[in-house]
């Protein structure tokens, strides 16, 4: 697109940022990336997991691999590790949102269940991340979850993954299912299962 103008200029400001969390009045103004509470008086920010990871991560990998400059890798790599703490629970399911700074950990509104689609919408960055920085623990965090989905008994709702997780036990809080199964795909030709989108109506 002819945009190297603008490359350049996100490039230096990627260069130069970390992912401490921002201060309150930042942390106010751009609300879909923090949130706050207040514990005892003291104010805890943190990192909603999902959306860190499909945009911040997601966006940092992909400029990455368009552009291959070592700055986006490294930041990604920085992000990748202070959002690990995520994936700490007794299931290894991740948890709702951590801070970025103490690895601190929040289970938001939901408390210790969590959407199916926020719970698995990390595979693509980690295991990329993982193959670019030769890090196996992004591999082995996100691949612990697709072990959660496999071991699943899914006999009671044919097969569908239900709707919501226990962070605790790693297994559906809901019968609900949405229209979603697992096929298996060759990739490099290697055997995997995927998760895949059934049509309806």
């Not at 991560?57 to 691999?65: E, K, T």
């Amino acid at each position: 697109m002819g945009l190297y103008e603008e490359f350049d200029s996100a490039l230096a400001v990627v260069a130069n940022m970390n992912f401490t969390m921002a201060p309150v009045r930042a942390a106010l103004i751009f609300c879909s990336v923090t949130f706050l509470t207040r514990v005892s008086g003291v104010q805890k920010r943190y990192a909603p997991f999902f959306e860190t990871v499909i945009r911040y991560l997601g966006g940092l990998l992909s400029a990455y691999a368009l552009s291959q400059d070592p700055i986006l890798l490294l930041r990604a790599d920085d992000l990748g590790s202070a959002l690990l703490p995520a994936f700490g629970t007794p299931s290894g399911l991740p948890i709702y949102s951590v801070n970025t700074v103490s690895g601190n950990v929040s289970g938001g509104r939901n408390g210790k269940i969590m959407p199916l689609s926020e719970v698995l919408s990390c595979q693509l960055e980690f295991k990329y991340l993982a193959y670019l920085t030769g890090r196996t623990s992004y591999y082995t965090a996100v691949e612990k979850v697709m072990e959660v989905m496999y071991e699943t008994n899914l006999s009671s709702s044919k097969d569908l993954l239900p709707t919501i997780w226990s962070t605790e036990t790693g297994l559906p809080a809901s019968s609900t299912s949405p229209l979603l199964y697992l096929v298996s795909v060759h990739i490099d030709g290697m055997r995997r299962i995927g998760l895949c989108w059934r049509a309806c109506g």
